[in-house]
């Protein structure tokens, strides 16, 4: 019951800031063509009717807001958002905690492959300066 006062609270927030027409308006349709996919990946039909992809829509900007609100929160405590505030906020739904720790693993992974991608090929292009002339 604390989760639906929270809710309230969130949304009341959410509705002062803004107004509810603009901001619903503003948001419809953000992420229909990724949930198609995701609907047919966990079963739907290949082509969901569009009223199932504008309700699930819906439900996943109303998710992102509210918890991008409570890490807002969380994260003025501080004087600026950061990861940890997310990762707080879900830290008792194990399966969203670790698909996230483990993108962000991911990311830092990827991060790092770009930097000595980056460094040798500095490398090589310092080489092949230094080769060029001496052919030529």
Not at 44 to 52: A, C, F, G, V, Y
Not at 106 to 115: D, F, I, P, T
Request: charge should be negative; charged fraction near 30%.
């Amino acid at each position: 019951m604390s989760n639906s006062a929270a809710g309230t609270s969130s949304k009341q927030r959410a509705a002062s800031s803004q107004p509810p027409d603009t901001s619903s308006k503003r948001r419809r349709g953000v992420f229909q063509r990724e949930l198609q996919h995701m609907m047919y990946g966990f079963g739907d039909d290949p082509n969901p009717l569009p009223e199932s992809v504008a309700l699930m829509d819906d439900i996943v900007v109303e998710y992102i807001t509210e918890l991008v609100h409570k890490a807002q929160d969380i994260g003025s405590q501080r004087g600026k958002l950061s990861v940890e505030d997310f990762l707080y906020l879900i830290r008792k739904d194990m399966p969203k905690l670790n698909r996230c720790t483990e993108l962000l693993s991911m990311n830092e992974e990827l991060k790092q492959a770009r930097k000595l991608f980056e460094h040798d090929e500095e490398n090589l292009r310092k080489v092949f300066e230094v080769d060029e002339p001496a052919e030529g």
